[in-house]
Every structure is written in C-alpha cells, then in structure tokens.
C-alpha cells in the first residue's frame, strides 16, 4: 500500500551485515517491512515473541538458532527474549570464522538500541540499527498532507475511514500502550502519571523544557520526571532536539527543545479530534513546526546532524542541518501561504553564515523571499536533502 522509503536501505543493511535491528513504535508497520523483506529470502523463519508458541520455540535458544544458521532468522519484539544477545553474538562470531558475513538475523523492536542491550551486549561491530518512523509525508499522496498531519503518520491512523475512527484508534494506541506495553520496560511507572506527563510534553510542543517545572506540576521529583523523559525517548515517541553550540561570541540557549515525535498522537492527548479544533487551538504554529521537524529530521542520511540555534539576543532559528562536511542549511517553519522572514533568523543567520537558507511554509511553490531565502514545501526540501546525500 505505502512504498517505505527505508526499505532498500533495510534491505541494503541485510546483504552487509551479520544482524540487523529494525526499531520503531508499535503498530508503526515493521513487520510488514520484514515480511516484504523476507520475499527476497528463499529460506527464512519469522518468530513473533509474543507468542507463547513461538517464544516457546527459544527455550533452548542456542540449539534452536543453531538448527537454522543457513536461514534469515527474524524475531519480533526482541526484548521479550531477555539474554538473547549474547547468544547472538556467540552464533554470529561462529558463523563469521566459518566464512559467512551476511545477514543472519532480523530482530524488530520497539525501543532504541541503548534500551535493547541485553545483559550488557549490545552487538556492536556485528549490528546495524536501523527505525522506521511513522508514515512520512514523502511517503503518501501529496493531497494527503493535511490529513497526515493532523491524523499522525500511524498506518492505521492514516488510513482510517473517518476522522472519528482515526481518533479512536490514537486513543485505544496510547491506553494500550500505557497499560501493556510500557510497564514491559519500565514495570514501576505510575502509567497514570505518565500519561498526564506525555500530556504536558503535547501541550509544551516543540518549547524549551523545564523538567523541574514539569516535575512540580505533576507533583513529583525531578529525578522521577527526568526518568519520564528518557523513557519516552528511549521509547520512540519523544524527540530531543539539541541547541546549536559554537565559540561565536553569543550566548546561546543551552536547554534542549523536546517534542512528542507523531502530531496524530499530540492531537489525541490534547483531545484535538478534527481539523476545525485544530486549526483554532493554541498549539497549532507549534504543531505544525514539530510535524515539518520530524519529517526532515527523518529524512537526513547517517552524519548529519538537526539542531536549532537560539541566542538571548531574539536570534533563532527553528532547524539547522549541521552536515560532515561542515555546511550548515537555516530552516525557518512557517503555517502561513504567505511567509514572512523575521529579523530573529536573519540576525542568526549572520552568527552562522549558512551555505542555504529555506522557509518551509503550507504551499507548494517555491520562490525567493530576498537575502538568499527560498520559500519551499516541505516535500522540496526532503528532496533537496535528498539530492545533497
């Protein structure tokens, strides 16, 4: 149905690597990039760990995986089969001196790789780790932009037959996700407390955050708030976006924007459930500037790096491609047809000297707004990030 861009990267990875992992959220359609994959293999196994039958398979997992070296191996949900790495990596090296390098193992999961490692093994040298985000606007039909954004970029989400159905589902995803799936990493979190805190991060969308703050209006810790954090991050669902840091005679922000990485889902935790509420809420500049910031930020090759730049002074800019060989590109992010550039990110682009200036705002020509600023869609800018790989 959708063509996923990671695709021919995953499958590339499979050919050089011993294991690949494939990360992303839940329901974010993994498994259906795999058994896509696994049509390229004349002989593979596919286990999902949350079968009792199949979990059951891996009672003895060394003998069992042994049985199967001469086939790709893809285990859903990994972290449901705690002290498998080691085993892993003792299979891998195995094979390795008997002369096979390739791909052996496809492990699909649903956290990042420092909440992956297992009894301290994290495979390095032997693993390439891919994610696979939610839908991205590249991914989908041009006149479904709208609906992408506000909907979120979630298969089933997306896809829904109305907007009432989308919403049910987003609230039925973050319940279940709460009550099953979190307690899975994190089995003492107040699930209750967490939701209200996911919550706030919605609503402080794409701010600078104060996790004291955020700690005094829950009611808790900041140590216990700081853990909520890095739990959603290390989830998937939350993205921390760094300030730009140089020796340039500024004083810049040092605080981290954060922002919750689907817009469907902030939608749903702020009880947004149609267009019309959105487009009249608060947080929609906020929104939509976090929605065109995880599209880009997903769309960036291995070594380029996103930040935003923001001094006392009121210079700032929303995004910053910090490429390997030192160029930097300016993103300002604007909702309206007719985008304006404000004295803030010209002052910062003069701190910066960027190679490329963009505005990317809601239409789709591209035009120059003055001083070497392109007004782009979103869409032309993915490519252009395309292009410059």
């Known amino acids: 149905m959708f063509t996923r861009k990671l695709f021919k990267t995953l499958e590339s990875a499979v050919k050089q690597f011993p294991a690949v992992a494939l990360l992303g959220p839940r329901q974010v359609g993994k498994t259906t990039l795999a058994f896509e994959l696994k049509k390229h293999f004349s002989d593979s196994i596919y286990l999902d760990l949350e079968s009792e039958q199949d979990l059951a398979k891996l009672n003895q997992p060394e003998l069992y995986l042994k049985e199967h070296t001469d086939k790709l191996v893809i285990l859903d949900e990994v972290h449901r089969a705690p002290g498998l790495f080691p085993i892993l990596r003792g299979l891998i090296d195995s094979q390795k001196r008997a002369g096979k390098k390739t791909s052996q193992y496809l492990l699909l999961g649903s956290a990042s790789p420092d909440l992956l490692k297992q009894s301290g093994e994290s495979l390095a040298g ?5 994610e696979l985000t939610p839908l991205l606007a590249s991914e989908i039909e041009p006149k479904d932009m709208e609906s992408l954004w506000l909907r979120g970029g979630f298969p089933d989400s997306f896809l829904a037959d109305s907007e009432e159905q989308s919403v049910l589902w987003r609230q039925n995803f973050i319940r279940t996700y709460l009550e099953r799936d979190v307690p899975q990493f994190a089995p003492r ?33 900041q140590k216990t708030a700081q853990s909520y954090m890095d739990l959603l991050i290390d989830l998937l669902m939350v993205r921390k976006l760094q300030p730009w840091h140089s020796n340039i005679g500024k004083r810049l922000v040092k605080s981290p924007k954060v922002y919750v990485r689907d817009s469907g889902l902030v939608h749903s935790l702020l009880s947004i459930s149609n ?28 070594g380029a790096i996103p930040y935003f730049y923001k001094t006392s002074g009121g210079a700032e800019i929303d995004l910053i491609i910090a490429w390997p060989n030192q160029e930097i590109w300016a993103i300002e992010i604007k909702r309206s047809l007719q985008p304006k550039v404000e004295k ?8 910066l000297e960027p190679k490329k200036k963009f505005v990317v705002y809601a239409g789709q020509e591209r035009f120059s707004l003055g001083h070497d600023v392109e007004a782009i869609s979103l869409l032309d800018l993915s490519n252009e990030i395309k292009k410059h790989v």
């Open 189 to 221: 979190i107040s699930t209750e407390t967490l939701r209200r805190f996911w919550g706030m991060l919605s609503n402080a969308q794409g701010t600078l955050i104060n996790v004291a703050q955020l700690a005094g209006n829950l009611g808790i810790d």
């Open 126 to 130: 032997r693993i390439a780790y891919l």
């Open 344 to 351: 803030g990110f010209h002052q910062a682009c003069i701190d």
């Open 275 to 302: 267009k019309e509420a959105l487009l009249s809420h608060p947080i929609i500049g906020q929104s939509w500037e976090a929605f065109i910031i995880e599209n880009l930020t997903a769309t960036l090759p291995n």
